[in-house]
């Protein structure tokens, strides 16, 4: 198997743009597994930041997401969008 090495270093760099923090945070409300994470995603370009949290179970399927963008109007004052919308935790590091 040949290794390409063009491919490795396009992942590290897409990785390093788009950091994502995802945590076990125990039963899933609907089918009650213990596989229900919190994922959080920080996807930013020259002047757009876009924060973006999923609550998901990989058992039954069960998904929310909610992004934010750093460009949206709608956003209230003090918001802060590191702050997960479900659960109220924050990302590492």
Not at 33 to 43: G, P
Request: glycine fraction near 8%; charged fraction near 25%.
């Amino acid at each position: 198997m040949v290794r390409d090495s063009n491919r490795f270093s396009l992942s590290t760099s897409a990785r390093s743009s788009m950091p994502r923090d995802r945590r076990i945070l125990g039963a899933c409300p609907h089918c009650g597994q213990a596989s229900y994470t919190c994922s959080y995603n920080l996807f930013q370009t020259a002047g757009l930041r876009i924060d973006s949290w999923e609550h998901k179970c990989p058992d039954c399927g069960h998904r929310e997401t909610q992004a934010y963008r750093s460009d949206a109007d709608d956003l209230a004052e003090g918001f802060d969008p590191e702050v997960c919308p479900f659960c109220g935790r924050e990302p590492l590091g």
